[in-house]
């Protein structure tokens, strides 16, 4: 099956750039999207196709994707912005299509 | 207002079972296909299972192919999940969760609060 891995943890100072990358075999051909998730809480979408956000996320939160690599970047990170983040795709060749990344703690420091 | 609340969840033993259920409101139910997905205590998101829109196609995770069922009713604006033959490794919060538009690749855009299921002796 499809595996999809990110870093166990990002940290990094209120106002800097965060960069959270999701790891996977041509992931570049696939759509990928990211989770956001705070302690106790459902996850919210935050980007979806790469680069596109739901409305009400804010500009701060882009994505990209190319190759092995898709990375969702947090600029001007604020304390609000500390949570687990996850990443997933649909492999249509897989019986298990649906994978979520091994997920990203982000520490604002 | 879109509006899923899960239901069902609670402590079984091992080998039991228990039906989980989803109640949605704020949406055309009928028209999105459904999934559950699960958390691990302390561990990632893990898809289960999900259902066409009107509950004719429907895939299982290998992890619980067999044991578990999901089906909808959409007059009643409800989706479940039938667990069967719980095993300690399916400890985990359980949501259902909403797709944004009808295509396979679609992400999930509304979530559950999710039901807490411990199978324990």
């Known amino acids: 099956s499809y595996v999809l891995t990110q870093p166990p943890s990002v940290s990094v100072a209120p106002g800097q750039t965060a960069r959270i990358t999701c790891g996977g075999n041509?992931?570049?051909?696939?759509?990928v999207h990211w989770y956001q998730q705070k302690p106790g809480q459902a996850p919210v979408l935050v980007v979806y196709?790469?680069?596109d956000r739901p409305s009400g996320i804010p500009e701060r939160f882009s994505g990209s994707n190319s190759g092995n690599t898709a990375t969702l970047t947090i600029s001007r990170v604020e304390a609000g912005d500390e949570a687990d983040y996850y990443c997933?795709?649909?492999?249509?060749?897989?019986?298990?299509?649906?994978?979520f990344g091994t997920g990203t703690k982000v520490t604002v420091l | 207002e879109v509006q899923l609340v899960e239901s069902g969840g609670g402590l079984v033993q091992p080998g039991g079972s228990l039906r989980l259920s989803c109640a949605a409101s704020?949406?055309?139910?009928?028209?999105?296909?459904m999934h559950w997905v699960r958390q691990a205590p302390g561990k990632g998101l893990v898809w289960v299972s999900r259902?066409?829109?009107?509950?004719?196609?429907?895939s299982y995770a290998d992890s619980v192919k067999g044991r578990f069922t999901i089906s909808r009713d959409n007059a009643k604006n409800t989706l479940y999940l039938q667990m069967n033959s719980l095993r300690a490794e399916d400890t985990a919060v359980y949501y259902c969760?909403?797709?944004?538009?009808?295509?396979?690749?679609?992400?999930?855009?509304?979530w559950g609060q999710g039901t807490l299921v411990t199978v324990s002796s």
């Open positions: 704020g949406f055309t139910f009928s028209s999105y296909w």
């Open positions: 997933q795709v649909w492999d249509s060749s897989s019986d298990h299509p649906y994978v």
């Open positions: 041509n992931i570049g051909s696939k759509s």
């Open positions: 969760a909403r797709p944004i538009d009808y295509y396979d690749s679609s992400p999930f855009d509304y």
């Open positions: 196709d790469d680069s």
């Open positions: 259902i066409n829109s009107d509950g004719s196609s429907t």
